[in-house]
């Protein structure tokens, strides 16, 4: 167990739709981030929050949006569903940026599966 | 930006027998390097990571990875394998000079045992 929690394990929902995903950080951890698990493109990053404050943008479409909360939770938000937006999204969390020595480890969910139909 | 590049999607192999999965990075001057492993239907599981010091890197699970940084590669080693290691393993570095220590995955290598 990372110590990372993600909400709901598995969706199912209609293209056009719009789904929140939620994630829980490990006690203790600042930083935040949503990764894309998808066949053919692998594991994606999208977004990167610290501490309540977007840090850095990956591939994340404009359809998708993310926010972290002052308790340090965060969601992810897709709207607009498509086919292709089916994969496992992951939130993963640590404990700080540019911190020296602790090589910014972080720390997988166990991912939300997003089946859009 | 960085790259990763793991050269094998699968590797099959018996059980006993030994195992090297491979990982290439682009080139700068300043990494860390990581494998994760996934389990069927899990979240990645960190293996071990290299920060700095020694090149050879010791994991869980019996594993171990060795850094050079002249040919920017980052293998995972295990002596004999598991059953139980099935699974799929990536490898992933984060650009220290970059300052962003956002970890770039390569495309997995799924590695099967027989037994």
């Known amino acids: 167990d990372s110590g990372v929690t993600q909400t709901p394990k598995h969706l199912i929902t209609a293209t056009g739709q719009r789904v929140t995903l939620r994630c829980s950080p490990r006690s203790g951890d600042l930083s935040v981030y949503w990764y894309q698990q998808s066949l053919d493109q692998g594991l994606q990053f999208l977004i990167q929050?610290?501490?309540?404050?977007?840090?850095a943008k990956g591939n994340i479409l404009e359809r998708f949006s993310a926010q972290q909360f002052p308790d340090l939770h965060s969601e992810l938000n897709l709207s607009s569903l498509e086919l292709g937006d089916s994969a496992l999204y992951f939130c993963?969390?640590?404990?700080?940026?540019?911190?020296?020595?602790?090589?910014?480890?972080?720390?997988f969910g166990e991912g939300s599966w997003l089946t859009v139909v | 930006a960085q790259s990763v590049t793991q050269l094998d999607s699968q590797v099959p192999v018996f059980e006993e027998a030994p195992v090297e999965l491979r990982c290439n990075y682009s080139s700068s001057v300043s990494v860390y390097l990581f494998w994760y492993v996934q389990y069927p239907n899990q979240g990645l599981q960190l293996l071990l990571k290299?920060?700095?010091?020694?090149?050879l890197v010791k994991g869980i699970n019996g594993f171990e990875a060795e850094f050079n940084k002249s040919q920017t590669s980052f293998h995972l080693r295990k002596p004999s394998v598991h059953i139980s290691d099935t699974a799929e393993y990536f490898c992933a570095v984060s650009d220290i000079a970059g300052g962003s220590y956002i970890p770039t995955f390569g495309r997995g290598t799924s590695l099967i045992v027989h037994p």
């Open positions: 993963a969390s640590s404990e700080a940026i540019g911190q020296g020595g602790s090589g910014n480890t972080i720390y």
């Open positions: 929050y610290y501490n309540g404050e977007e840090r």
């Open positions: 290299y920060l700095s010091g020694s090149t």
